[in-house]
C-alpha cells in the first residue's frame, strides 16, 4: 500500500523524468517543435551489435543504401525504413573511412592512408577485391583524417586531406591540408591547399567545388569555400607542400604574415591565391563543426531547387544554404533548418525516396545529440514552411523572396527587420571573436506586387562582411512568424546598378567588451594572508565533460578556483545559483554575436562566479568566497552546445 | 630530434653524443662464472644453445661464449647465486628451456618466477611458465600445502629451443628500524617475450624451495639448477635504492617578450617573481602567451654519480645545474622532449631552469633517473591528463571467421608504421603485415587484438597491439633484383615494386597482391592445418623468365641451418622451407631464395614455428 510520502516522491521522479526527457529534445535554435511540422526525423532501426559510427552514405543503383563506419566496416541496409532492416557486411578493416562513393557496380572508399575500390566478383554480397588506388604517407598522428572521394564527370575523384593536431594544426605528412584529384588509375593531381578540417566536399549543378571547414587555427569560425585549382583557402600549414611538383601554386607557408588585424577577406586583396569564403558559419550560432553538404537537385524537399543542406557535427543541426554569383564570385546566406538529430551529424545523402540520410557519430568529440552514433531520415511532408526561400544582394541593400506571400503591413515595415553586420579576423588564433560588429539601418522597404519579395534598402553595407539578416516582425497573411526569422549572408561582393542611398547614415557601433567583473578575480586578495582555505581544480575531459561531478566545499570558505583546458576545445566554467543552470545556459547562448566577446557569460544575477573563455591547452584560476548558504550550486560550461554535459555541482555544506 | 646545432648565444651542452632514453643497465660477465658465487660443475660457459621439438631432445650448449649453461647431473645439481645483491630491482634475462625442463629466477634468492616448458599450454597455472610459483606450508594437508601461486595473465611461452625473454620489476620487502617487516615484496610487473603478465602482484613472503627461510632487504638473485637443463644469456639489471633528488628554494623571475627561439634573458627586468614548489609552465594564469620563466634554486644530489634528465617542454627551455647547459630544449615546433646526462656529486647544486612560452601550449616537465635512482619526475605539478583513467580495454577475440583490421602498429624500436593491416584467424594464430613493402612483420597466438587505441574515445594512437606476445619477424623490402648472389639487399623499395591491394578468398582471407617489372605476385598467409602455426605462401606468375631476382625470407643477427629446411632465425623461431634447395642463407644472418627462372608460376612457401 503506498503511503502518500511514497507518493509526492514517485511525482518528483516522475517530473524530473519529464523534465530530463525534455532538455533531451536537442534544442539549438529552439525551433525543433516547429520545423518537426514540416520534416520529420525517423530512425534507421539498427541492430544493437552494429557500431554503425556513420563516416559515408553511398546508395547502389538499386536505391540499397550502404554506409561505411569509422570501425572500418561497410554495411549494405535492405528495407531501411521498416522496422526490422537487414544489414549485411559487405567489407571490414578498413582503417576509419570517412566517405563513400559507389559507381558502375564498385563502392569506392577513403582510408586514412589509401583511396580503395572495393568489388563484389563472385556475386556473393561481400568484398572479395581491394584495390589500393592511390595512397599517401601518414605521420601516424590521429587527427590526419582522409575524406571522399567525390566523383568529378570525368571520372576522377576529388578527396580533402584534414592536418594533424600537435597542439595545434600541422601538416605533418605530405599533402595534408590539401584537396586533391586522382583518376582510377591512381594519377594524382594537387588541387589546391589551405585546408584544416575539410569534413565535406561536393560539386553543384554547375560542377563547381565547395568544401566546408571548422573553426580551429587561422578559421575564424565555421565556413564554407568555392574551390578552384590554385587556391589557397586559410590554414597556412599545407603551403609547405606548394613547392613540390605538380603543385598549382606557388605561394609559400613564409609568404603568409600572422595577426596583421586582417579579415581573410581584405588579406585576400594583399595576397591574391587566397581564396575567401562564400558562406560563413557563425561558430555557435550556426554550428560549432561544419560538415557534409547535400545539394537539392530540384523541388523535392521544399521549393529550394539548386539550395544546400550542410550538416553540423557538433550541434546535431542541418542548415540551409542559398547561392548566388555576384560579380563572379559565390556568396549567400544560411538558414537554420533542422536541429534534434540524435548525434553528430556527418554524411547526408539522398534515399530513392527523395528523403535525407543523416548519418552521425559523435565518439571523441561528442555532440548536442546524446548518441555516440546514428543513421536518421530526414522526411518531407510536402507542406511548405513559412521561410525566407532566398536573399540577393542588391547595389543598396538585400532582397528577400519568401515561400509565402508575407502580410503588407509587417513586411513592409522597416521596423520588422534588423541588419547587423561584424567580420572575424584571420589569425593564427584558435577561432576569432566576432569583430567589429555595427549595425546597419534599414531605410525603406518595398514589397513585391504579389509580396512574396521585401527589398530591403540598406545604408553603410560593407564589403567581405557578414550581415545578420532578422526579419522576426515579418507574418504571412495568416498571421504566423517565419519559420526561422534569421540568417547570416556573406557580402564577397555588391552587385552594380542604381543605388538608393540615405542622407545620413546612422552608425550605431555596439561592440561588447569583457570588463574584468567582480565575479571573475585573478588576483588572490590581499586580505587572505593564510592563502585560499581551499583549492579546487576542474579538469576538462575529452568528450565534452568535466572530470569531478561534483566538489565539496564548506560555506563562507576561501576557495581558489582552477580551471584546467587540455582539451582542443574553447571552453569555460560558470558557477550559478541552485536550480538556474539550464536558465543560465540558454542566455549565454542567446548572448549570439557577442557571446565569444563576452566568454559566453550573460548578465544575470544568477552568475555568482565565472572563469574566462579558455584557449585549447590552458589554464584560469579564480578566487572566491563560498556562499554562506548551503546548497548546491551548479558550475557549467555556458560555450554553445557543451552545457548540456559540461556540468557539475558544487556542494555548498 | 636532437638540435645541438642550434648556432646562437647558448653554450653547448656537457656531453656532446646523443644521450640514451634510460641509464644503462649493468650486465653481468657471460664470459666467465665470475660475478657469481662458486657454483656446481651443473653450470657451464657456451657460445648459443639448441634444443629440439620432440621429447627427450636435450639441451646442446655450442662452443664459445656469452651463455651460461645448465646441465644438472645425479652429482652436480646446484644452484646459481650472483655475487650482487640486491633490493628494488629491474631485470631483463633471456632463457632458453629443452622439451619438458623446469628452472626458475629467485629474486633475492626467494620470490621465484617460474622458467618451464610451457610450450602451447592453454591456461597456464602458477607453475607454468613466467608463473609466479606457489608458497608452501608443509604443515598443512596434503592437497593444501601450496598457496598463493600466480598463473601468467596470459601463456607468452615459445618452442623449445628459441630463446625467450623477461622484463621483471620487483620492489623488495620494505622493513623500520627494528627490522619489522612493514611491507610485502612485490612484483610490480613482469614482461615475457615483451607482453605483460603480471602487474602489481604481492608476495608475503618467500615462495616454496627458496634459499632462505627469512626475509630482509637485500638478496642474491638465484637460477635453480637442480630441477632441469636451462640457458641463460643477457642478464642486465639496475638496483634502486630509495633516494631521490629534490629541489629547495625554488624562485622564479617571469619576462614579456615575443620569442621563438630561447632568448637570453640577461638583463632583462622581471615582470613578476614569486617563489614555488613545482616546476610549472604558467605560474601566472592570466599570462598565457609571450613570456619567458627562470627558475632557480638548490639541487640535493644523495650520491655522486651520472645523472639523466629529461624535459618535456613547450615551447623551449634549459636545464642549468653548476652553471652548465645540461638539457637545450629549443622550442621548434612546439613539444619537445630532450635528455642530457651530468655527471653530479653528492651535495648541493645551484640549478637553474629557463623557459620560454610562444603561443599555444605551454608544458614543463622535468624527469630524471641516477645512479640507484629509478626515474622520477623533478618537482613536478600534480596533473590529471584529459582522459582521466586508463580506459577499459577494448580487446577483439573469439573469431567465427578471419577478421581484417588496417591501424598504425608498432615494431622494433622503430617509428609508427601507419599502412599495416592485422589478419586474426578464429584458429587463434593471427599476424600483422605491412601493406608498404608486403612483408609479414608479427605473428603470435592467443587473443587477437587490442583495439583500445582506436576505437576509445578519439583512439589517439590508432594502434592495434597484439592480444599475446607477438614475434616479430623481417621487415624491408621482399623482393629485389640481385646482379649477383652475393649483391647487398637494398634498404629502401624499389620503384619497381608496386603494391596494388589484395582479394578475399574463398576461406575469407586476405591475398595480398603486388608486382616487380612484370612479375606479378599473389601472398597468402595463413594457420596451419593444426591450427597451431604459420604458413606463408608467395606465388609468383610471370609471362617471360626472370633471372636475379630474389625474395628474402628472413634477416636475423644469426642463422642456424637444422637441416631438411628447418632453420632457426636469430635464435627466436624455426622456419621450415618448402623446396629449400634453391635457398641461400648468406654470411648466416640472411635466407634468401630465388624466384624461379624458367617457369611462368613457382610458389615460395614457409611455415614459422614458435
Not at chain 1, 565533460?545 to 566545499?553: G, I, M, R
Not at chain 2, 602451447?120 to 606450508?137: E, F, L, M, S, T
Not at chain 2, 622484463?167 to 613482469?190: L, M, Y
Request: negative net charge; charged residues 20%; aromatic residues 10%.
Amino acid at each position: 500500500m503506498m503511503n502518500i510520502k511514497y507518493k509526492i516522491n514517485a511525482l518528483v521522479l516522475l517530473a524530473s523524468i519529464i523534465l530530463l526527457s525534455s532538455s533531451n529534445t536537442y534544442s539549438q535554435w529552439g525551433s525543433g517543435d516547429q520545423e518537426n511540422k514540416f520534416y520529420q526525423i525517423e530512425k534507421v532501426k539498427i541492430p544493437e551489435s552494429i557500431i554503425l559510427e556513420v563516416g559515408g552514405i553511398a546508395f547502389n543503383e538499386n536505391g540499397v543504401p550502404a554506409v561505411c563506419t569509422r570501425r572500418g566496416e561497410i554495411w549494405l541496409i535492405e528495407n531501411p525504413t521498416s522496422e526490422t532492416p537487414t544489414f549485411k557486411r559487405f567489407a571490414h578493416g578498413l582503417h576509419e573511412p570517412l566517405g563513400l562513393a559507389y559507381k558502375d557496380g564498385a563502392y569506392y572508399c577513403t582510408q586514412r592512408g589509401e583511396l580503395t575500390k572495393l568489388t563484389d566478383n563472385n556475386g556473393d554480397g561481400v568484398a572479395d577485391s581491394y584495390k589500393t588506388i592511390y595512397s599517401w604517407p601518414l605521420a601516424a598522428n590521429y587527427h590526419e583524417y582522409s575524406y571522399g572521394p567525390v566523383f568529378l564527370p570525368d571520372g576522377d575523384m576529388l578527396l580533402t586531406l584534414n592536418l594533424g593536431w600537435i597542439g595545434r594544426g600541422a601538416s605533418l605528412s605530405k599533402w595534408r591540408g590539401w584537396m586533391i584529384k586522382v583518376s582510377p588509375e591512381g594519377e594524382m593531381t594537387p588541387i589546391a591547399t589551405g585546408m584544416r578540417s575539410p569534413a565535406g566536399h561536393t560539386l553543384n549543378a554547375q560542377g563547381d567545388v565547395f568544401y566546408t571547414e571548422n573553426q580551429g587555427d587561422w578559421v575564424g569560425s565555421g565556413r564554407m569555400t568555392h574551390v578552384e585549382s590554385g587556391d589557397f583557402v586559410g590554414n597556412p600549414e599545407g603551403l609547405k607542400w606548394s613547392g613540390e611538383e605538380g603543385s598549382p601554386l606557388s605561394l609559400k607557408f613564409e609568404d603568409i604574415v600572422d595577426t596583421l588585424g586582417y579579415s581573410l577577406y581584405e588579406y585576400a586583396k594583399v595576397v591574391p591565391e587566397i581564396k575567401p569564403p562564400s558562406v560563413w558559419f557563425p561558430h555557435g550560432l550556426m554550428g560549432i563543426s561544419t560538415s557534409g553538404i547535400l545539394i537539392m537537385d530540384d523541388d523535392r524537399f521544399g521549393p529550394f531547387k539548386d539550395q544546400m543542406l550542410i550538416g553540423d557535427q557538433g550541434h546535431s543541426t542541418i542548415m540551409r544554404v542559398f547561392q548566388e554569383k555576384v560579380k563572379g564570385t559565390y556568396q549567400g546566406i544560411c538558414f537554420p533548418f533542422r536541429e534534434g538529430f540524435s548525434s553528430g551529424v556527418l554524411r547526408l545523402a539522398w534515399g530513392p525516396d527523395k528523403s535525407v540520410y543523416v548519418g552521425m557519430t559523435s565518439r571523441g568529440w561528442s555532440s548536442t545529440g546524446q548518441d555516440m552514433y546514428g543513421l536518421e531520415r530526414l522526411v518531407w511532408n510536402k507542406k511548405t514552411p513559412f521561410e525566407i526561400k532566398a536573399v540577393r544582394a542588391m547595389p543598396d541593400g538585400f532582397e528577400l523572396e519568401f515561400t509565402q506571400p508575407v502580410d503588407s503591413k509587417k513586411g513592409g515595415d522597416p521596423a520588422s527587420y534588423e541588419i547587423n553586420d561584424f567580420t572575424y579576423k584571420y589569425h593564427h588564433f584558435y577561432g576569432s571573436p566576432v569583430t567589429d560588429l555595427q549595425s546597419r539601418q534599414v531605410f525603406d522597404v518595398e514589397l513585391s506586387s504579389d509580396n512574396r519579395k521585401a527589398r530591403l534598402y540598406i545604408s553603410g553595407l560593407r564589403t567581405g562582411y557578414i550581415n545578420e539578416i532578422k526579419a522576426a516582425g515579418v507574418t504571412n497573411n495568416k498571421g504566423e512568424t517565419l519559420l526561422h526569422n534569421f540568417g547570416y549572408y556573406t557580402l564577397n561582393n555588391i552587385p552594380d546598378g542604381e543605388a538608393r542611398t540615405m542622407d545620413h547614415s546612422a552608425h550605431v557601433a555596439s561592440e561588447g567588451t569583457l570588463t574584468k567583473s567582480a565575479k571573475r578575480v585573478s588576483e588572490m586578495p590581499a586580505s587572505w594572508v593564510n592563502g585560499p582555505d581551499q583549492v579546487v581544480t576542474l579538469t576538462v575531459q575529452a568528450g565534452l565533460k568535466f572530470d569531478l561531478s561534483e566538489v565539496e566545499v564548506k560555506a563562507g570558505s576561501k576557495i581558489r578556483f582552477v580551471l584546467d583546458n587540455p582539451d582542443d576545445m574553447l571552453h569555460n566554467a560558470l558557477i550559478v545559483k541552485p536550480g538556474t543552470i539550464d536558465a543560465v545556459a540558454q542566455a549565454a547562448m542567446e548572448l549570439g554575436l557577442k557571446g565569444q566577446e563576452l566568454g559566453y557569460v550573460p548578465d544575470s544575477d544568477d552568475v555568482l562566479y565565472h572563469t574566462g573563455l579558455l584557449q585549447p591547452d590552458s589554464k584560469d584560476v579564480i578566487y572566491f568566497v563560498a556562499p554562506e548558504i548551503p546548497g548546491d550550486y551548479p558550475y557549467v560550461c555556458t560555450f554553445p552546445g557543451h552545457a548540456i554535459t559540461m556540468r557539475g555541482v558544487m556542494k555548498v555544506k | 630530434m636532437l638540435l645541438f646545432t642550434r648556432c646562437n648565444t647558448t653554450p653547448k651542452p656537457v656531453e656532446e653524443e646523443v644521450p640514451p632514453v634510460t641509464l644503462p643497465m649493468k650486465m653481468l660477465s657471460m664470459d666467465n662464472l665470475n660475478d657469481f658465487r662458486s657454483s656446481g660443475e651443473n653450470w657451464q660457459l657456451a657460445g648459443d644453445a639448441l634444443a629440439g621439438l620432440e621429447d627427450e631432445s636435450p639441451l646442446q650448449p655450442l662452443e664459445g661464449r656469452g651463455v651460461i649453461v645448465n646441465v644438472p647431473t645425479e652429482t652436480a645439481r646446484e644452484h646459481l647465486f650472483t655475487k650482487f645483491e640486491h633490493g628494488d630491482i629491474e631485470l631483463e634475462v633471456e632463457f632458453l628451456m629443452p622439451k619438458n625442463s623446469n628452472s626458475g629466477i629467485y629474486f633475492q634468492g626467494r620470490y621465484e618466477i617460474q622458467l618451464f616448458d610451457s610450450w602451447n599450454v592453454k591456461n597456464p597455472k602458477h607453475a607454468d611458465c613466467g608463473g609466479i610459483y606457489q608458497r608452501w606450508d608443509e604443515s598443512k594437508p596434503d592437497g593444501e600445502k601450496g598457496y598463493e601461486g600466480h598463473p601468467p595473465q596470459v601463456n607468452a611461452s615459445k618452442a623449445p629451443g628459441l630463446w625467450q625473454n623477461f622484463r621483471i620489476s620487483f620492489r623488495a620487502p620494505r622493513f623500520d628500524d627494528s627490522g619489522n617487516k612493514t611491507e610485502n615484496a612485490r612484483f610490480e610487473s613482469v614482461y615475457h617475450n615483451g607482453f605483460l603478465i603480471h602487474e602489481n602482484v604481492e608476495l608475503t613472503g618467500p615462495t616454496r624451495s627458496s634459499a632462505f627461510e627469512d626475509e630482509q632487504p637485500q638478496g642474491p638473485l638465484m637460477i635453480q639448477g637442480d630441477h632441469g637443463p636451462v640457458a641463460i644469456r643477457n642478464i642486465r639489471y639496475k638496483t634502486y635504492t630509495q633516494d631521490s633528488l629534490h629541489l629547495s628554494g625554488l624562485q622564479y623571475a617571469m619576462y614579456d617578450g615575443n620569442w621563438t627561439t630561447m632568448p637570453n634573458l640577461l638583463g632583462l627586468e622581471a615582470i613578476k617573481t614569486g617563489t614555488s614548489d613545482v616546476l610549472e609552465a604558467s605560474p601566472d594564469p592570466d599570462k598565457k602567451d609571450h613570456y619567458a620563466l627562470e627558475y632557480t634554486g638548490t639541487l640535493h644530489v644523495p650520491v655522486e654519480g651520472t645523472y639523466l634528465f629529461e624535459t618535456h617542454i613547450d615551447d623551449g627551455g634549459e636545464l642549468f645545474i653548476d652553471d652548465q647547459l645540461v638539457v637545450f630544449n629549443d622550442g621548434d615546433p612546439g613539444w619537445g622532449l630532450e635528455r642530457g646526462l651530468i655527471k653530479l656529486k653528492a651535495g648541493a647544486h645551484p640549478f637553474k631552469m629557463t623557459y620560454f612560452q610562444d603561443v599555444w601550449g605551454a608544458t614543463l616537465e622535468v624527469y630524471y633517473e641516477g645512479p640507484g635512482i629509478s626515474r622520477k619526475a623533478l618537482a613536478a605539478v600534480k596533473r590529471k591528463s584529459v582522459s582521466g583513467n586508463r580506459p577499459a580495454p577494448l580487446m577483439i577475440d573469439s573469431l567465427t571467421a578471419p577478421e581484417m583490421i588496417r591501424s598504425f602498429a608498432e615494431y622494433g624500436d622503430g617509428p609508427t608504421k601507419t599502412h599495416v593491416i592485422s589478419v586474426g584467424d578464429p584458429a587463434g594464430v593471427h599476424y600483422t603485415y605491412n601493406l608498404h613493402n608486403g612483408a609479414l612483420l608479427k605473428v603470435w597466438r592467443g587473443t587477437f587484438a587490442d583495439v583500445t587505441g582506436m576505437w576509445v574515445n578519439r583512439g589517439g594512437s590508432q594502434l592495434l597491439r597484439p592480444g599475446n606476445a607477438a614475434l616479430e619477424t623481417t621487415d624491408g623490402p621482399q623482393v629485389a633484383k640481385l646482379e649477383n648472389a652475393e649483391a647487398p639487399w637494398p634498404d629502401s623499395l624499389s620503384t619497381a615494386f608496386k603494391y596494388e591491394g589484395y582479394e578475399v578468398n574463398s576461406d575469407e582471407r586476405p591475398v595480398f597482391l603486388y608486382t616487380y617489372e612484370g612479375v606479378s605476385f599473389a601472398d597468402l598467409t595463413q594457420p596451419t592445418k593444426d591450427g597451431l602455426f604459420t604458413t606463408r605462401i608467395i606465388t609468383a606468375t610471370t609471362k617471360n623468365p626472370v633471372s636475379n631476382l630474389w625474395f628474402r625470407i628472413a634477416k636475423a643477427n644469426k642463422i642456424d641451418v637444422l637441416g631438411d629446411g628447418t632453420y632457426r632465425i636469430g635464435g627466436q623461431y624455426y622456419l621450415s622451407l618448402s623446396n629449400e634447395e634453391a635457398a641461400i642463407v648468406r654470411e648466416g644472418k640472411e635466407l634468401l631464395i630465388p624466384i624461379a627462372s624458367a617457369e611462368n608460376i613457382s610458389t615460395i612457401q614457409y611455415t614459422l614455428i614458435w
